[in-house]
């Protein structure tokens, strides 16, 4: 079946840093690939997808290329804020039938910004 | 973007009562909704499909009969989790694609807290 490998975490950096969280998956079709993001106390939230090979996914400054030669999918942002902290998972979602996708999620990553 | 809620956002029951949790999508309709399971540390689990107007579909090894889904409209699906025991304790979240959107782009719920003494 389908499956996400993330880094374990927690990862602690400070304000400013270089963030690369690695994300590698399995899967039998040709997937999608999402990146979400769980503020404490939140819900997730569509952080950045991808649908297909060589796609890159952007957004608040995070980014994400589908390699499918690699079957992964890093989170990177080049600067990091406070505002950042939160937990991430990587994900991909596979057509369930009757055109409902399922997500299948990675462990999650803990992400903690120190000023 | 669109807007999905669950009802209550924690609670507290006694061993061998049944707590239904609410989802609901607030800005859009959505025949299919999601129902996750979160373990501390650990990552969303799918539960079941939750189909408005028809049976829902439970993953495997997840007990339908403990865990009864009702999707009784297109904004509207709850979680019943029968007699429950302390190990039902979890993070129970749900989500929703949008019709507008890609199918394969899903909003998610706050989640439920369950805690079961």
């Known amino acids: 079946g389908d499956s996400v490998t993330q880094m374990e975490g927690p990862v602690t950096l400070s304000e400013e840093a270089f963030l690369t969280i690695n994300c590698t998956y399995t899967?039998?079709?040709?997937?999608?690939l999402f990146w979400y993001v769980q503020y404490p106390g939140e819900g997730l939230q569509l952080l950045l997808k991808a649908t297909k090979a060589d796609d890159k996914g952007s957004n608040k400054g995070f980014e994400a290329t589908y390699r499918k030669e690699t079957t992964s999918f890093h989170l990177e942002k080049g600067s990091v804020q406070v505002s950042d902290s939160a937990v991430y998972f990587c994900a991909l979602s596979d057509d369930s039938g009757a055109g409902s996708y399922q997500l299948t999620f990675g462990k999650g990553t803990k992400l903690s910004v120190i000023p | 973007g669109a807007v999905v809620s669950q009802h209550p956002s924690w609670v507290i029951c006694k061993s061998g009562t049944s707590v239904k949790i609410e989802c609901r999508s607030l800005d859009f309709q959505a025949t299919t909704m999601f129902w996750y399971r979160q373990f501390p540390k650990q990552s969303l689990m799918l539960m079941a499909t939750?189909?408005?107007?028809?049976?829902?579909?439970?993953e495997q090894g997840v007990e339908k009969d403990k865990f009864l889904i009702n999707h009784a409209s297109l904004t509207l699906s709850t979680l019943t989790v029968t007699s429950a025991h302390p190990e039902d304790s979890s993070f129970y979240i749900c989500?929703?694609?949008?019709?507008?959107?890609?199918?394969?782009?899903?909003?998610f719920g706050p989640g439920t807290r369950l805690t079961v003494l």
């Open positions: 899967a039998t079709g040709y997937p999608s």
């Open positions: 989500s929703a694609p949008t019709m507008s959107e890609s199918t394969d782009t899903q909003y």
């Open positions: 939750s189909n408005e107007g028809s049976k829902a579909t439970y």
